[in-house]
C-alpha cells in the first residue's frame, strides 16, 4: 500500500498482524469497530484539559467511518458527558453508531439514544477528595499541581509545574498509598496521576463492546499508559482469531504504545487524517483535514 495520503491511500501498517487487520477491516468493514482515545488522539494535548478539543477533522471522519462500520466507539477516562462535548459528538448526522465509553468504561453513552448509563460511584473517591489536600502539601506542596475533578475518578496534573516531572516522580508514591488505603488504584499517565476505581480500564471496555456487537475485526488509536490495557485487549483478540490494528498517536512524552503498534502516527491530526482515509478506502466521503488541506496551499 502507498503511504500517499493526498491519493486516499493508507500507510502500511509495519507489521504482519497490523496489515492482515487492516486488510479485514477493509474487506468486511461492516464487522468492524474502530476505537479512538480522546485526548492525545482524537484532541491534542493542552496545558489546562478543560480546553481540549477534538481536531475539526475529527467528527467529519467518524461521521463518515460510522454508518459502515459496525460501531465506532471513543474510549476515554474522561467523563462520557465532558467526552460528548468537548468532542462535539451530539446530534450529528451519520453518528448514529458512536458510542462513548466513559471513565474507563464504567459510563456510556449512545448517540443513537442521547442517553447515558452509568455504574454506581466507587465510595473511596468521596474519601480521595476530602484527604487529597493534605496529602498533596504533604508531599511538598508543588507548585502549579493541580487536581481535576472527573466524578468517578480524581486527577492530579504536574504538567504546570516548574519541574513537570519531578513533580510527577515526587507524588507517585504518596497518591499510591492513597489509593490503596481506600480500595482505588493509581493510573500514571503523560504528567498526570489518575486515583480511580479498581476493575476499570479501556481494555475490559473495549473487549465487552466488541463482544456486544459480535464484531469481525477491531482498530485501537491511543496515546497514553492508560491506553495500554486496550492494546493488550487487541492482542488477546488476535490471538483468538479477531483481527486487529493497533494505531499509536506518537508522543516524545511516552513510548510504550509505539513498541507495541502496528502504526505509528505523529499525533491526533495524523490519526484523524488516516481515519478519513480509511472512510474513503471503503466508500465514505470524508473530506480531508481542514490543516491538512491548508499545508498543501
Given at each position: 500500500m502507498s503511504t500517499d495520503?493526498?491519493?486516499?491511500?493508507?500507510?502500511?501498517?509495519?507489521?504482519?498482524?497490523?496489515?492482515?487487520?487492516?486488510?479485514?477491516?477493509?474487506?468486511?468493514?461492516?464487522?468492524?469497530?474502530?476505537?479512538?482515545?480522546?485526548?492525545?488522539?482524537?484532541?491534542?494535548?493542552?496545558?489546562?484539559?478543560?480546553?481540549?478539543?477534538?481536531?475539526?477533522?475529527?467528527?467529519?471522519?467518524?461521521?463518515?467511518?460510522?454508518?459502515?462500520v459496525a460501531s465506532v466507539a471513543v474510549v476515554t477516562g474522561r467523563?462520557?458527558?465532558?467526552?460528548?462535548?468537548?468532542?462535539?459528538f451530539a446530534g450529528v448526522?451519520?453518528?448514529?453508531?458512536?458510542?462513548?465509553?466513559?471513565?474507563?468504561?464504567?459510563?456510556?453513552?449512545?448517540?443513537a439514544t442521547g442517553e447515558i448509563t452509568a455504574a454506581p460511584e466507587h465510595p473511596g473517591i468521596a474519601a480521595v477528595r476530602r484527604e487529597l489536600p493534605a496529602v498533596l502539601a504533604a508531599a511538598g506542596g508543588w507548585a502549579g499541581v493541580w487536581t481535576e475533578e472527573k466524578g468517578r475518578a480524581v486527577a492530579v496534573h504536574t504538567r504546570r509545574a516548574t519541574d513537570p516531572q519531578r513533580a510527577f516522580d515526587a507524588l507517585t508514591a504518596p497518591l499510591t498509598a492513597l489509593a490503596t488505603h481506600h480500595g482505588l488504584v493509581l493510573e500514571p499517565g503523560?504528567?498526570?496521576?489518575?486515583?480511580?476505581?479498581?476493575?476499570?480500564?479501556?481494555?475490559?471496555?473495549?473487549?465487552?463492546?466488541?463482544?456486544?456487537?459480535?464484531?469481525?475485526?477491531?482498530?485501537?488509536?491511543?496515546?497514553d499508559l492508560g491506553d495500554l490495557p486496550a492494546f493488550a485487549a487487541v492482542e488477546k483478540l488476535r490471538a483468538s482469531g479477531t483481527p486487529g490494528l493497533l494505531l499509536c498517536s506518537g508522543s516524545d512524552e511516552v513510548q510504550e504504545l509505539a513498541t507495541r503498534s502496528d502504526l505509528t502516527l505523529p499525533g491526533p491530526e495524523a490519526v484523524v487524517a488516516f481515519l478519513g482515509a480509511l472512510a474513503r478506502a471503503i466508500g465514505g466521503s470524508a473530506p480531508e483535514p481542514p490543516l491538512l488541506k491548508r499545508r498543501r496551499g
Amino acid at each position: 500500500m502507498s503511504t500517499d495520503n493526498e491519493t486516499g491511500s493508507l500507510p502500511r501498517p509495519r507489521t504482519t498482524a497490523g496489515r492482515d487487520g487492516l486488510a479485514e477491516i477493509l474487506a468486511r468493514p461492516g464487522k468492524a469497530v474502530v476505537a479512538v482515545d480522546f485526548d492525545g488522539t482524537l484532541a491534542p494535548i493542552v496545558a489546562d484539559p478543560e480546553q481540549a478539543r477534538a481536531h475539526p477533522g475529527a467528527v467529519p471522519a467518524l461521521a463518515a467511518l460510522a454508518p459502515r462500520v459496525a460501531s465506532v466507539a471513543v474510549v476515554t477516562g474522561r467523563p462520557a458527558e465532558v467526552a460528548v462535548r468537548y468532542g462535539g459528538f451530539a446530534g450529528v448526522p451519520g453518528l448514529d453508531r458512536l458510542v462513548v465509553l466513559g471513565h474507563y468504561g464504567a459510563e456510556r453513552w449512545s448517540a443513537a439514544t442521547g442517553e447515558i448509563t452509568a455504574a454506581p460511584e466507587h465510595p473511596g473517591i468521596a474519601a480521595v477528595r476530602r484527604e487529597l489536600p493534605a496529602v498533596l502539601a504533604a508531599a511538598g506542596g508543588w507548585a502549579g499541581v493541580w487536581t481535576e475533578e472527573k466524578g468517578r475518578a480524581v486527577a492530579v496534573h504536574t504538567r504546570r509545574a516548574t519541574d513537570p516531572q519531578r513533580a510527577f516522580d515526587a507524588l507517585t508514591a504518596p497518591l499510591t498509598a492513597l489509593a490503596t488505603h481506600h480500595g482505588l488504584v493509581l493510573e500514571p499517565g503523560r504528567l498526570v496521576l489518575e486515583l480511580r476505581p479498581p476493575g476499570m480500564d479501556k481494555g475490559k471496555a473495549l473487549l465487552t463492546h466488541v463482544r456486544e456487537v459480535s464484531a469481525g475485526s477491531v482498530l485501537y488509536a491511543g496515546d497514553d499508559l492508560g491506553d495500554l490495557p486496550a492494546f493488550a485487549a487487541v492482542e488477546k483478540l488476535r490471538a483468538s482469531g479477531t483481527p486487529g490494528l493497533l494505531l499509536c498517536s506518537g508522543s516524545d512524552e511516552v513510548q510504550e504504545l509505539a513498541t507495541r503498534s502496528d502504526l505509528t502516527l505523529p499525533g491526533p491530526e495524523a490519526v484523524v487524517a488516516f481515519l478519513g482515509a480509511l472512510a474513503r478506502a471503503i466508500g465514505g466521503s470524508a473530506p480531508e483535514p481542514p490543516l491538512l488541506k491548508r499545508r498543501r496551499g
